[in-house]
């Protein structure tokens, strides 16, 4: 089992950058920015017991985001998701969202798990629930100072998901100016026509077809 999260964790943990000192007395702009520069964000707890084909797919994964050909940016708001139940999108997902916020470059990451059926489970270790339709302040899930914010979005209804492409599309739009990235673990594209929609607010769609395997 590799201990890769603890080294990673700990080099992360060292003194401030300088640059950042020194952006600390600029006044505030927005959410984002602030908490970019003049608040020390808290990185959350280490993972433990990673295994290494784990750590690898996590690493490949961060590699392929910079930006592609054509594209003026890096892709930062992000889907995961399978063809169908079973290979793991969400363990990658969370992986890639905890190794990005434990970084130590002060970003702020939004990790949303997404499930609009009505008989979902809950988040065990979500910081907030928000419903489909919800008004997307009504939580404040964006007013902490975590380097990683985790998400979940459910349907009280099934009727809720008649407004679910509207609201997704406005939801990740709100989003973006609080997070520096938003990685959305979704059900698999062949379940669900929501799938669709967050993807298409998004930047890009990270494919799982296979347990531990990019």
């Not at 970019?36 to 959350?44: D, W, Y």
């Not at 890096?74 to 990005?100: D, E, K, M, N």
């Not at 008649?162 to 062949?190: K, M, N, Q, T």
Request: net charge negative; with cysteine.
């Amino acid at each position: 089992m590799s201990q890769w999260f603890d080294t990673l964790y700990r080099a992360s943990s060292r003194s401030e950058n300088p640059a950042e000192t020194a952006m600390s007395d600029e006044p505030e702009q927005d959410v984002k920015s602030d908490s970019a520069a003049s608040i020390r964000l808290e990185r959350p707890a280490p993972l433990v017991g990673i295994p290494n084909r784990w750590s690898l797919e996590v690493q490949k994964v961060v590699f392929l985001f910079p930006p592609v050909p054509g594209a003026q940016i890096s892709p930062h708001h992000i889907v995961f998701s399978g063809l169908h139940h079973g290979p793991a999108a969400t363990t990658i997902s969370y992986l890639v969202a905890h190794h990005i916020a434990t970084e130590g470059y002060q970003q702020r990451v939004l990790y949303v798990n997404f499930n609009p059926d009505p008989r979902a489970p809950a988040m065990p270790n979500a910081d907030a629930t928000v419903m489909i339709g919800e008004p997307l302040d009504a939580t404040g899930y964006y007013k902490n100072n975590s380097t990683l914010t985790n998400l979940a979005i459910r349907s009280d209804s099934a009727q809720a998901v008649s407004i679910a492409s509207g609201w997704l599309y406005e939801f990740i739009s709100h989003a973006r100016e609080h997070y520096d990235w938003i990685l959305v673990d979704a059900p698999p594209f062949f379940a669900t026509p929501e799938t669709y929609s967050v993807a298409k607010a998004c930047d890009g769609v990270v494919l799982v077809l296979k347990s531990g395997e990019t």
